[in-house]
């Protein structure tokens, strides 16, 4: 499971600086969630070898009122839901009344949590860091984040616990493999297989459950829908509880094809969870999407599309999953509000047109057992296998129904293509030039590939490497 890690601490320290530093990478992606979530920013990160969630918590002001509600209300989640928690002090300010409101709050939680004093370029750090001893937390961590000095540093000692697990499991590959022990495309491609071996490894896969994540935002009916999923008697239910803080998994069959649900609504909704803090958990999603292999994002007919459903979206995309999409409470719409939102989505979710939309009530069950022919769609175009000869001969058919365009005087020639991964597919095109494609030329072949290949369901990538 990918790690979470909360930035918390009083306004002004350097929280966005050191949040912008950690997310600044090719895959980042940064999605703000206004209103709903105050000022809380949450993305992805990858650094070295490490890949993480990490959230700006927001600032707190110790000295308010109560800090206690105050964190509450904007980070107690936050801190509920981490795994790790890195508490940045100002270390030119040096230390405030706000930093031991909120160490004080912290040591009450049992979180690994890491004191980091910023901003000590230009100053002794030693000295600028004497006084935060007072606030009573293991160890502490000089940085500059503005500089990108000592974040790496900081960020290899916090995430060290989950990287040894990771690496384990490296070690083994590297002694002996068992195919039953590949449970991921990722697995497969890294174990270096011979083709005999990657076949039967591809093909126990295909078989694995699918794991199915629910996602939307608040009040879209997720629950509802879970609850009509496991409501069917079709469907074989098994009691396995999750942990307060991450979703539920749920394995359950269908007509012979094993799922996991990864419920994200929570259908049996946690008591001991303080409810006024947020129902709904950016956290919990995107982790499910990270662990998913086909997302279910369920949009409200009855509300237009909004900027969450398009974050949720972004996830989903971001982290190259299938995406089959459920426009629930299709029921008792008349044709005219129908029509309308039909063609919202055509407007502001064209841009996904390899998803299939359905439309549901997951109150009454209208369309939800189509669900399931779309969702195992996506996982087969996601994990199929594409040989060389195959793509390379698409992308020749592609070339010559439509020659690619003259760049400096000299046309674009695709030579050859192949497999890059699966789940989600990456073709890889060599050829002369190829980086200088325009966009709407990519795109043409985007399509002529999932055309030719019937890939509905899962975005396709596309990688090209020039070759003169
Ligand atoms: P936040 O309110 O905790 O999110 O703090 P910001 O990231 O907005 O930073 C507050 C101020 O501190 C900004 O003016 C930053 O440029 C500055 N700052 C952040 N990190 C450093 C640092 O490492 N060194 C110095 N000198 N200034 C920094
Ligand atoms: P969640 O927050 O996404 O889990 O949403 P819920 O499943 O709790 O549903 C929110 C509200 O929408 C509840 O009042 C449901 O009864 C209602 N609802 C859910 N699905 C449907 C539907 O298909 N049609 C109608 N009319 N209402 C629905």
Same mark, same amino acid.
């Given at each position: 499971?990918?790690? #979470?890690?909360?930035?918390?601490?009083?306004?002004?320290?350097?929280?966005?600086?050191?949040?912008?530093?950690?997310? +600044?990478?090719?895959?980042? @992606? #940064?999605?703000?969630?206004?209103?709903?979530?105050?000022?809380?920013? %949450?993305?992805?990160?990858?650094?070295?070898?490490?890949?993480?969630? #990490?959230?700006?918590?927001?600032?707190?002001?110790?000295? *308010?009122?109560?800090?206690?509600?105050?964190?509450?209300?904007?980070?107690?989640?936050?801190?509920?839901?981490?795994?790790?928690?890195?508490?940045?002090?100002?270390?030119?300010?040096?230390?405030?009344?706000?930093?031991?409101?909120?160490?004080?709050?912290?040591?009450?939680?049992?979180?690994?949590?890491?004191?980091?004093?910023?901003?000590?370029?230009?100053?002794?750090?030693?000295?600028?860091?004497?006084?935060?001893?007072?606030?009573?937390?293991?160890?502490?961590?000089?940085?500059?984040?503005?500089?990108?000095?000592?974040?790496?540093?900081?960020?290899?000692?916090?995430?060290?616990?989950?990287?040894?697990?990771?690496?384990?499991?490296?070690?083994?590959?590297?002694?002996?493999?068992?195919?039953?022990?590949?449970?991921?495309?990722?697995?497969?491609?890294?174990?270096? !297989?011979?083709?005999?071996?990657?076949? =039967?490894?591809?093909?126990?896969?295909?078989?694995?459950?699918?794991?199915?994540?629910?996602?939307?935002?608040?009040? &879209?009916?997720?629950?509802?829908?879970?609850?009509?999923?496991?409501?069917?008697?079709?469907?074989?239910?098994?009691?396995?509880?999750?942990?307060?803080?991450?979703?539920?998994?749920?394995?359950?069959?269908?007509?012979?094809?094993?799922?996991?649900?990864?419920?994200?609504?929570?259908?049996?909704?946690?008591?001991?969870?303080?409810?006024?803090?947020?129902?709904?958990?950016?956290?919990?999603?995107?982790?499910?999407? *990270?662990?998913?292999?086909?997302?279910?994002?369920?949009?409200?007919?009855?509300?237009?599309?909004?900027?969450?459903?398009?974050?949720?979206?972004?996830?989903?995309?971001?982290?190259?999953?299938?995406?089959?999409?459920?426009?629930?409470?299709?029921?008792?719409?008349?044709?005219?509000?129908?029509?309308?939102?039909?063609?919202?989505?055509?407007?502001? !979710?064209?841009?996904?047109?390899?998803?299939?939309?359905?439309?549901?009530?997951? !109150?009454?069950?209208?369309?939800?057992?189509? @669900? %399931?022919?779309?969702?195992?769609?996506?996982?087969?175009?996601?994990?199929?296998?594409?040989?060389?000869? /195959?793509?390379?001969?698409?992308?020749?058919?592609?070339?010559?129904?439509?020659?690619?365009?003259?760049?400096?005087?000299?046309?674009?020639?695709?030579? %050859? =293509?192949?497999?890059?991964? %699966?789940?989600?597919?990456?073709?890889?095109?060599?050829?002369?030039? &190829?980086?200088? /494609?325009?966009?709407?030329?990519?795109?043409? @072949?985007?399509?002529?590939?999932?055309?030719?290949?019937?890939?509905?369901?899962?975005?396709? +990538?596309?990688?090209?490497?020039?070759?003169?």
């Amino acid at each position: 499971m990918i790690p #979470v890690v909360a930035l918390v601490g009083r306004p002004n320290v350097g929280k966005s600086t050191l949040f912008n530093r950690l997310t +600044r990478t090719r895959d980042a @992606l #940064v999605a703000d969630f206004p209103g709903l979530t105050r000022d809380r920013k %949450y993305g992805k990160a990858e650094l070295e070898e490490h890949e993480f969630i #990490v959230i700006d918590t927001g600032g707190i002001d110790g000295t *308010e009122e109560g800090v206690e509600t105050k964190m509450a209300e904007q980070s107690l989640m936050a801190i509920e839901e981490a795994d790790v928690v890195l508490f940045l002090v100002d270390g030119r300010a040096g230390l405030t009344s706000s930093d031991e409101a909120i160490a004080k709050h912290l040591r009450s939680r049992e979180k690994p949590t890491f004191l980091v004093v910023n901003k000590i370029d230009g100053v002794d750090g030693d000295s600028a860091c004497a006084e935060f001893w007072k606030l009573g937390m293991n160890g502490m961590y000089q940085i500059a984040a503005a500089q990108n000095r000592g974040v790496t540093a900081l960020m290899e000692r916090a995430l060290a616990p989950f990287a040894d697990s990771l690496n384990a499991t490296e070690d083994e590959d590297s002694d002996e493999v068992f195919i039953e022990d590949l449970t991921s495309v990722e697995d497969i491609e890294k174990a270096n !297989l011979s083709e005999a071996d990657a076949e =039967a490894a591809y093909k126990r896969l295909q078989e694995q459950p699918i794991k199915m994540a629910i996602i939307g935002r608040p009040n &879209v009916g997720k629950s509802t829908l879970t609850n009509r999923i496991l409501g069917e008697e079709r469907v074989v239910v098994y009691d396995m509880p999750g942990t307060t803080r991450d979703s539920i998994y749920i394995p359950m069959e269908r007509e012979g094809q094993e799922y996991v649900l990864i419920d994200t609504a929570g259908i049996r909704r946690r008591k001991n969870m303080n409810q006024a803090v947020e129902k709904f958990s950016v956290i919990q999603t995107l982790k499910a999407v *990270e662990d998913a292999n086909v997302v279910l994002l369920v949009i409200d007919a009855r509300e237009n599309i909004s900027d969450q459903d398009l974050s949720l979206l972004g996830f989903a995309l971001n982290a190259g999953r299938s995406l089959v999409i459920a426009v629930n409470k299709w029921d008792g719409l008349d044709n005219e509000v129908k029509e309308r939102v039909k063609s919202e989505l055509d407007r502001r !979710l064209g841009f996904v047109d390899f998803a299939r939309i359905h439309f549901i009530s997951a !109150l009454h069950g209208t369309g939800v057992g189509h @669900l %399931y022919e779309s969702v195992q769609e996506a996982y087969q175009s996601a994990t199929k296998r594409i040989s060389t000869s /195959l793509l390379t001969r698409i992308m020749q058919m592609a070339q010559d129904d439509h020659q690619p365009p003259m760049i400096r005087g000299r046309r674009v020639k695709l030579k %050859y =293509a192949h497999a890059g991964g %699966y789940n989600p597919p990456i073709i890889v095109i060599h050829g002369n030039q &190829v980086n200088e /494609l325009p966009g709407s030329y990519k795109r043409y @072949l985007m399509n002529y590939y999932r055309k030719s290949l019937e890939m509905m369901g899962t975005p396709i +990538r596309i990688q090209f490497q020039s070759s003169e």
